[in-house]
């Protein structure tokens, strides 16, 4: 293009803007998070979780519900997308 830009100073700042910052940016997770996470992807039910971490599942629950906050996901099936999306599990 004889040396001149391709997009509009307007059009460039959006483009660069968009590929420097994520669309979704990975939330940071504690360790327990983490191991909760993992297990949500395996397939173990709060039950299941509880008994291999040794907690109550009402505390596992409660893991599963920061975790869908954390993520701004619905339920477990979309977690469980997002943590593979996100190379999480």
């Not at 971490?53 to 409660?62: A, D």
Request: glycine share 6%; net charge positive.
């Amino acid at each position: 293009m004889a040396g001149r830009p391709a997009f509009s100073p307007g059009l460039a700042d959006v483009v660069l803007e968009s590929v420097a910052t994520p669309a979704h940016a990975v939330p940071e997770l504690s360790p327990r998070e983490s191991e909760v996470l993992r297990l949500v992807v395996e397939g173990l039910t709060a039950r299941q979780i509880a008994a291999r971490l040794v907690l109550s599942p009402r505390t596992v629950e409660n893991h599963v519900q920061r975790l869908l906050r954390k993520f701004e996901v619905p339920g477990r099936a979309a977690l469980v997308r997002h943590a593979i999306e996100y190379g999480l599990a």
